[in-house]
């Protein structure tokens, strides 16, 4: 029951939130190079959703177990 509460709820999320900002990443380097350095912004928003949730998570967890 652990194991699928920690790949469907952080595992899974984690991994689509970082495949949507190098989704993003590459967009910014193709269409804006000169301005890539503004796909830090993506990053870290989607990073602190993730962290925030999975703090949220591993506090739900650590009550259970």
């Known amino acids: 029951m652990k194991k699928k509460l920690i790949i469907y709820n952080i595992a899974i999320p984690t991994a689509i939130g970082y495949a949507t900002f190098f989704l993003l990443f590459y967009l910014y380097q193709r269409l ?3 301005y890539r350095w503004f796909a830090i912004i993506p990053f870290v ?3 602190a959703i993730f962290i925030k949730d ?3 998570e591993w506090k739900v967890i650590k009550q259970q177990g």
């Open 32 to 34: 804006f190079f000169e």
């Open 45 to 47: 928003i989607v990073s």
């Open 54 to 56: 999975s703090i949220r």
